[in-house]
């Protein structure tokens, strides 16, 4: 691989530990130079954001990790499993484009389960240029029951692997539609016979997203190499 600059963000408010900074290495480079590397820079514990590949460089924090499943060997824990079965009913489809009425399904979400974040408060444009790129676009995986569009996880692919970007879903229903789309996504990389599925950033300390650890068997991206 050619060498490559990284430039550093500005220090901001960590969005997942309280008192803590934020500080992102960015790749440098145009959009044609970098991505069709990207497969590579997820092994190296990168992730994107619109036109963006970057990773956390904290100064005083090394709590964010990579994390990646191996789909292969993947085996679904007992409550997985029962999670498994609330498919029944449901249908799935991954499509290249969103469906025409994604904002409201997204500004639900947004509004009862994020309204402190950094995404509120929702905006179209603002969410596109977040998931969109036209060198690597993205799959969108839709969940639907009766007809009824219930949950949308935006899905990186790659040859050899899936990158989960960003899920939205009903924020009323009962079902566990986050780990739903994670399941059918393992499922679908199975099926394509892909070996890795990027969930994302791990931090232990959040809820918010420490769920991904659940899935086995997985590895993280600790000082610089994959550790099981």
């Not at 992730?47 to 994390?67: A, E, M």
């Not at 679908?188 to 659940?214: D, V």
Request: include cysteine.
């Amino acid at each position: 691989m050619s060498t490559y600059q990284l430039g550093l963000t500005a220090e901001s408010p960590c969005p997942y530990r309280a008192g803590e900074t934020e500080q992102l290495a960015i790749l440098m480079g145009s959009n044609s130079d970098l991505f069709p590397l990207y497969e590579s820079w997820l092994g190296m514990g990168f992730r994107r954001s619109g036109d963006r590949i970057y990773r956390p460089h904290c100064p005083n924090c090394h709590s964010c990790q990579s994390l990646r499943i191996h789909c292969p060997t993947f085996t679904p824990s007992r409550s997985q499993k029962r999670q498994l079965a609330q498919l029944t009913g449901l249908e799935w489809v991954f499509k290249t484009t969103l469906d025409d009425n994604w904002f409201e399904l997204y500004s639900d979400y947004i509004c009862q389960r994020h309204s402190t974040g950094g995404m509120y408060p929702p905006q179209k444009n603002s969410f596109l240029s977040f998931i969109e790129n036209a060198q690597s676009p993205p799959l969108y995986l839709h969940l639907y029951e009766q007809n009824r569009l219930i949950a949308i996880a935006v899905t990186d692919t790659t040859s050899e692997a899936f990158s989960a970007m960003y899920t939205f879903f009903d924020p009323n229903h009962t079902r566990s539609l986050g780990t739903l789309c994670v399941l059918i996504q393992i499922k679908e990389a199975q099926k394509q016979n892909k070996t890795w599925l990027y969930p994302g950033f791990y931090i232990k300390e959040s809820p918010a997203i420490n769920y991904k650890i659940r899935f086995h068997p997985h590895q993280r991206y600790i000082d610089q190499e994959w550790t099981n």
